[in-house]
C-alpha cells in the first residue's frame, strides 16, 4: 500500500485561493511595462511598513541582500565583532563575513531554538559592534533583555526575521525592534513571492537611506556612484505578487497556529517527543513546526517518514560554527546548539494542513519511536 504523498510544504492551496489577483498583478504589471522599481514596489514598501509598524521598509533582491546591505549600512567593518546564533540559515553568519567582520557564536536557548540572551554578554570584547539575532521557526528572540544589553555597550542589532513575518514580541512586530529587520520572501516563508525577494526595515532615517543608495549600485543620483553598493532591487512582479498576498498573511498564519496547537495535543501522548514551545513573550507564527527528538532517534525517525512518503527536514545539518568556512575561527563550545543539531526535525506545516494529514504524521513519528 503507497500512502499520498504529505510534503513538508504545500503551496498550492493559497495559490489557488487567490489565483485571480495574482494575475490581475502580473497582468498590471506586464501592461505598464515598469519592471524595474515600478510603482507597485513604492506601494508594497508603504503597505508593508503600515503592516509592520515602522517608518521605513526598502524593498531589495533578497532576504540575504537585506541582511548584507544592513550590515554595510551599520558600517562593520573588518576585524569588528558581531554576535550572532550558530542555530540558521548560513546566510545570518555570511552578512557578517560579507564584510570581512568575525561572527561571534552564542549557544541557543533549547526551548525556543533561539540565541541565549544570558550568555551574550560574556561574549562582548572592545571589537563587538553589533549583534545578529534570529527569529527562528517564527519565535521571537527575548528582545527586553538582548535591547537593554545593545543599549549598556552600544551595540546595534540588526533582526534576522527572514523566518517570521506576522511573529511579535510583546504586541510589537518583530524586526522593527533593533535598530533594523531584514526580511525574505524567498518563497517557501511565510509572506513568500514566486522568486526572490527580501525587505529592509528601519525606524532610522540615516540607515534607509544609506540602504536605499546601495540597492542600487551605491547611488544617491543615478550614474553618480558614491561607494560600491550592490544591484538589489525588488523585482516590480514580485512586489505585485506580494500586494495580492499581504491581504490574508494574518488568516494564513493563524492556519499555521491552529495546525501547531493540533500537532501540539496529538504529540501529548507520544513519549521521546519534545514539542515546540511558545513563550509568553511571542506570538509565534510556525514559519517551521519543529520537534526535537530523544534518545539519539532523529535520523531513524526521519527515515521511516521518508518511507511512510511524509516529507520532515533538518534545519540545519551543520551549525554555523562547524562549517567548513568557518574551519579557521577558534573552536567553540555550543553544546546546546549542537544538541538541537541532532535532535530536531521539522514537520509538514501549512496553513490549511489538514488535520487527518497531521493524524497521520504523529501516528507515524509514534511508530518509529515503538
Ligand atoms: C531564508 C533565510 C535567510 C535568507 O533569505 P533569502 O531570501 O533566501 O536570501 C536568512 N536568514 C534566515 C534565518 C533564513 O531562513
Known amino acids: 500500500m503507497t500512502l499520498e504523498k504529505i510534503p513538508l510544504l504545500d503551496l498550492k492551496p493559497e495559490i489557488d ?45 533578497s532576504g540575504t541582500d537585506a541582511l548584507v546591505l544592513g550590515i554595510h549600512a551599520m558600517g562593520i567593518r573588518p576585524g569588528d565583532e558581531v554576535i550572532t546564533t550558530p542555530f540558521t540559515f548560513f546566510a545570518t553568519g555570511e552578512c557578517i563575513s560579507h564584510m570581512r567582520a568575525t561572527p561571534i557564536f552564542v549557544d541557543i536557548d533549547p526551548n525556543t531554538f533561539n540565541l541565549d540572551v544570558d550568555q551574550v554578554e560574556a561574549k562582548i570584547t572592545p571589537r563587538t559592534k553589533a549583534i545578529v539575532p534570529v527569529h527562528l521557526y517564527g519565535h521571537a528572540v527575548d528582545m527586553d533583555p538582548l535591547m537593554a544589553l545593545a543599549k549598556k555597550h552600544n551595540l546595534l542589532v540588526l533582526e534576522d526575521v527572514a523566518q517570521a513575518w506576522g511573529s511579535e514580541y510583546k504586541g510589537t512586530k518583530v524586526g522593527t525592534i533593533g535598530d533594523a529587520g531584514a526580511y525574505s520572501f524567498f518563497p517557501s516563508k511565510n509572506l513568500g513571492a514566486f522568486g526572490d525577494g527580501g525587505l529592509f526595515v528601519t525606524n532610522n532615517d540615516e540607515l534607509a537611506d544609506t540602504v536605499r543608495m546601495l540597492r542600487v549600485h551605491g547611488a544617491r543620483k543615478k550614474y553618480h556612484n558614491e561607494t560600491v ?80 512518503n511524509i516529507g520532515s527536514f533538518v534545519y540545519y545539518p551543520v551549525p554555523l560554527d ?27 506545516i501549512w496553513p490549511s494542513i489538514a488535520s487527518d494529514v497531521q493524524k497521520r504524521v504523529v501516528d507515524s513519528v509514534a511508530e518509529a519511536l515503538k
Not at 522599481?37 to 515602522?54: I, R, S, T
Not at 567553540?332 to 514537520?347: I, N
Request: proline share 6%.
Open 229 to 308: 553598493g550592490a544591484n538589489s532591487r525588488l523585482d516590480t512582479l514580485q512586489a505585485a505578487i506580494l500586494r495580492a498576498k499581504l491581504p490574508h498573511i494574518d488568516r494564513w498564519n493563524e492556519g499555521r497556529r491552529a495546525a501547531a496547537a493540533r500537532y501540539n495535543e496529538y504529540f501529548s501522548a507520544v513519549p521521546g517527543v519534545i514539542t515546540p514551545s511558545e513563550a509568553d513573550y511571542t506570538k509565534h507564527v510556525y514559519h517551521q513546526y519543529t520537534i526535537r527528538i530523544e534518545g539519539g532517534k532523529r535520523d531513524a525517525v526521519q527515515a521511516f517518514l521518508n518511507e511512510r
Open 322 to 348: 562547524k562549517l567548513p568556512v568557518y574551519k579557521n575561527l577558534p573552536p567553540t563550545e555550543l553544546p546546546v546548539s549542537d544538541l538541537c543539531t541532532s535532535q530536531a526535525l521539522s514537520l509538514p
Open 17 to 61: 485561493e487567490i489565483r485571480d489577483d495574482i494575475m490581475a498583478a502580473v497582468t498590471r504589471v506586464i501592461d505598464s511595462t515598469a519592471f524595474i522599481m515600478g510603482p507597485d514596489v513604492k506601494a508594497f514598501e508603504e503597505q508593508c511598513a503600515a503592516y509592520l509598524g515602522v517608518k521605513h521598509a526598502v524593498g531589495v533582491n
